[in-house]
């Protein structure tokens, strides 16, 4: 919750613990500790992308992370115009204007975020964020989908946010 270190090296452990031959991931707003760091010593089929990308069989990653002091300078906004023409999957932490955005009351998604992706047109577009938002929508040429696997209260949660724990 607080973004610290233990709680990044925890997650860690799970996450390369999962049985999937390749995991990537981007930070969170939670993710403070790793803002301006790299992560080392990972396994080559693990990747930690920071406004970078990866080629795994052809298929063109880029990832974006979102932290708190970047919302406030507005720097991940520009970060949102760097993004490569040519990529296939677009991994961010904040989700798109009006994408499954909303917790009911605001949306929280990016304007400038969404005018790239519509721009680059990536095949699919993975965020999170937003707990109450989860799920897939086809859109024109991207695929989007909101990841999030907790709820509002942040319990683990199955995809429509039903418990699983």
């Excluded at 799970?14 to 930070?27: E, G, Q, R, S, T």
């Excluded at 683990?156 to 418990?163: D, S």
């Amino acid at each position: 919750m607080a973004g610290t270190e233990e709680e990044a090296i925890g997650f860690l452990e799970w996450f390369l613990d999962l049985p999937h031959p390749y995991k990537i991931l981007v930070a969170g707003n939670h993710d403070d500790c790793l803002k301006g760091e790299t992560i080392e010593g990972l396994p080559d089929n693990c990747h930690y992308l920071d406004c970078s990308g990866v080629t795994i069989h052809g298929v063109r990653f880029y990832g974006i992370p979102l932290f708190m002091e970047d919302v406030m300078d507005g720097s991940l906004e520009s970060k949102y115009e760097e993004i490569p023409s040519e990529i296939d999957v677009l991994i961010t932490h904040q989700p798109p204007l009006g994408i499954m955005d909303g917790d009911g009351t605001y949306g929280y998604g990016s304007a400038k975020l969404l005018a790239r992706v519509l721009d680059v047109c990536p095949r699919v577009h993975l965020f999170g964020h937003i707990h109450n938002a989860t799920g897939i929508r086809a859109g024109k040429y991207t695929a989007f989908s909101n990841g999030s696997v907790v709820n509002e209260y942040y319990k683990v949660c199955k995809y429509g946010n039903r418990l699983i724990f």
